[in-house]
Each structure stands twice: as structure tokens, then as C-alpha cells.
């Protein structure tokens, strides 16, 4: 069996709610429609000005340190390249 064929752990976890809201919306589906509705509504009342702009800001102040640090490892990257180890031949042994 691949690695890549078993589920990680957060996978699992999804699937298990999925199918507990699939089973809970085939038991009582008037009451998954109010739940749908109540968030539905409660995400169009959040103040999204609000909480959009602080997040822009804190971003835009991050932005710069970000760039220099992606810069400097690319950097590291381009010196290290050309500077290669030669490799020693290997010594005769009579």
C-alpha cells in the first residue's frame, strides 16, 4: 500500500463530519435548513470592513521583511550553487 493511498489524519477527520452533517440533514432536514439559514445569516451581518482593512495593514507591514528574507535565501541559493565540491579522485592502493 502507497503512502499517498492512505488518508492523513485531517482527511479523516473531514470525512467524519461530512458524513455526520449528511446523516444529521437526512434525519431532520427542517432543522439543518434553519442551521443553513442561521449562517448564512450571521456570516452577512459580520462587519467585513472591519475586519478586512487591519488584516490589509498587518499584511502590507509584512510584505517588505518577507521579500527581503525570499531575496536573501535566493541569494544563499545562487553562491552556493557555483560553489560546488570537487570531487577528489580516489588513491591507488598497491
Known sequence: MNDSDTPHP???CL???LERAEDFMRRE???AVGAALGAG???TLLPTRSMVRPLAIIGAAMLPPILVGLGLIK???LCFQNTQV???PP???P
Open 10 to 12: 485531517a482527511e479523516l
Open 15 to 17: 470525512q467524519r463530519t
Open 41 to 43: 445569516l450571521a456570516l
Open 75 to 77: 541569494v544563499f541559493e
Open 86 to 88: 570537487e570531487e577528489t
Open 91 to 93: 588513491l591507488d592502493s
Open 29 to 31: 432536514p427542517t432543522k
